[in-house]
Nanobody, 115 residues
Framework: QVKLVESGGGLVQAGGSLRLSCAVSGRSNGIVGMGWYRQAPGKRRELVARISPGGTTDYGDSVKGRFTVSRDNAQNTVLLQMNGLKPEDTAVYYC?????????WGRGTQVTVSS
């Protein structure tokens, strides 16, 4: 079993920054893709950012140039640095990892951006 625990969410003013962290434990060997999705009330879950074991990144269009995803393969952690936050970034942010063809998810952390 793979367990993911997110941290770092909170309330921030527009233009501010937050850093999310996700720690992966359990059967973490063989993890490939890692990253973040988010879901705002009444909306579908959407990709924020993902990163391959080799460091190749992919971002959702709405966060390009503002958010940066990184990972530490030795520590099995994935980070999301969020700068220039906007009220429309308000959502629950979920960490995920892919292992052996299965996706594993954290419980999510709330990010609220006030205008």
């Amino acid at each position: 079993q793979v367990k993911l625990v997110e941290s770092g969410g909170g309330l921030v003013q527009a233009g501010g920054s937050l850093r999310l962290s996700c720690a992966v434990s359990g059967r973490s060997n063989g993890i490939v893709g890692m990253g973040w999705y988010r879901q705002a009330p009444g909306k579908r879950r959407e990709l924020v950012a993902r990163i391959s074991p080799g460091g190749t990144t992919d971002y959702g269009d709405s966060v390009k140039g503002r958010f940066t995803v990184s990972r530490d393969n030795a520590q099995n952690t994935v980070l999301l640095q969020m700068n220039g936050l906007k009220p429309e970034d308000t959502a629950v942010y979920y960490c995920y990892s892919e292992r052996m063809g299965f996706d594993y998810w954290g419980r999510g952390t709330q990010v609220t951006v006030s205008s």
